[in-house]
């Protein structure tokens, strides 16, 4: 029988916030994982570069999880050079986690563009995937990202009955927060305080990050 599934939660992180942390709890708990590691991207070859750099990123994820159980930072991405692509991430878990089922964590609005991903096929070769959807998230998929989802759905049960290659959807409760909100917020001068745990605000307040040049604090 295989060991308890790790789920994965990867992004930019720029900033983390309790969005992204509230979904970590809710997936650990829902689908009763072993883990839920937090993987920050230094290069993601789908979307703008982050505003803060790998270091800053990181140390706001150590400092929002620690007190939290079962939510873990994973920084691999952060050490490896070259573009941060996810097949090449999973390949190195399942190396070091040869018994345990990993479950890759995307939204549907990432789901849509699966077929674009560097070896997308071959993430189902060391992961399933949890689906998450969400209001207002169109789960009109393009022919070959449903033609997946149709032959890969399964239960969350199947996450923990095998290593890998199963899609589970699932719609946990909704916390509308993003980081272009927040950075948006302090690059106005406003407060976005309670979108993110007040150590990290504190620690991008305390170093200007996000904020023009002469601008004092919210």
Same mark, same amino acid.
């Given at each position: 029988?295989?060991?308890?599934?790790?789920?994965?939660?990867?992004?930019?992180?720029?900033?983390?916030?309790n969005g992204h942390l509230r979904l970590?709890?809710?997936?650990?708990?829902?689908?009763?994982?072993?883990?839920?590691?937090?993987?920050?991207?230094?290069?993601?070859?789908?979307?703008?570069?982050?505003?803060?750099?790998?270091?800053?990123?990181?140390?706001?994820?150590?400092?929002?999880?620690?007190?939290?159980?079962?939510i873990v930072l994973d920084d691999r991405?952060?050490?490896?050079?070259?573009?941060?692509?996810?097949?090449?991430?999973? &390949?190195?878990? *399942?190396?070091? !986690? $040869? +018994?345990?089922? =990993?479950?890759? #964590? @995307?939204? /549907?609005?990432?789901?849509?563009?699966?077929?674009?991903?560097?070896?997308?096929?071959?993430?189902?070769?060391?992961?399933?995937?949890?689906?998450?959807?969400?209001?207002?998230?169109?789960?009109?998929?393009?022919?070959?990202?449903?033609?997946?989802?149709?032959?890969?759905?399964?239960?969350?049960?199947?996450?923990?009955?095998?290593?890998?290659?199963?899609?589970?959807?699932?719609?946990?409760?909704?916390?509308?927060?993003?980081?272009?909100?927040?950075?948006?917020?302090?690059?106005?001068? &406003?407060?976005? *305080?309670?979108? !993110? $745990? +007040?150590?990290? =605000?504190?620690? #991008? @307040?305390? /170093?200007?990050?996000?904020?023009?040049?002469?601008?004092?604090?919210?």
């Amino acid at each position: 029988m295989p060991e308890r599934p790790i789920g994965i939660l990867g992004g930019t992180f720029d900033p983390i916030h309790n969005g992204h942390l509230r979904l970590a709890i809710e997936l650990r708990d829902s689908l009763k994982l072993g883990e839920v590691r937090l993987v920050p991207s230094a290069r993601p070859p789908h979307r703008d570069q982050p505003s803060a750099t790998p270091g800053q990123r990181a140390k706001w994820v150590r400092v929002a999880i620690a007190d939290q159980p079962g939510i873990v930072l994973d920084d691999r991405e952060l050490l490896r050079s070259g573009p941060s692509y996810t097949v090449d991430t999973l &390949a190195h878990m *399942r190396e070091t !986690l $040869p +018994d345990t089922p =990993l479950c890759l #964590i @995307m939204g /549907a609005d990432v789901f849509a563009e699966l077929p674009q991903w560097h070896r997308w096929e071959a993430l189902f070769d060391y992961a399933h995937i949890i689906l998450v959807n969400r209001p207002g998230v169109s789960q009109d998929y393009p022919r070959r990202a449903r033609e997946v989802l149709e032959r890969r759905r399964g239960e969350a049960q199947a996450l923990h009955d095998s290593l890998h290659g199963a899609i589970h959807p699932c719609a946990p409760p909704p916390l509308e927060i993003s980081g272009t909100r927040i950075r948006e917020l302090i690059a106005a001068g &406003a407060s976005p *305080r309670f979108l !993110l $745990p +007040d150590p990290v =605000l504190r620690d #991008i @307040m305390d /170093a200007g990050i996000y904020r023009p040049a002469g601008q004092t604090p919210a």
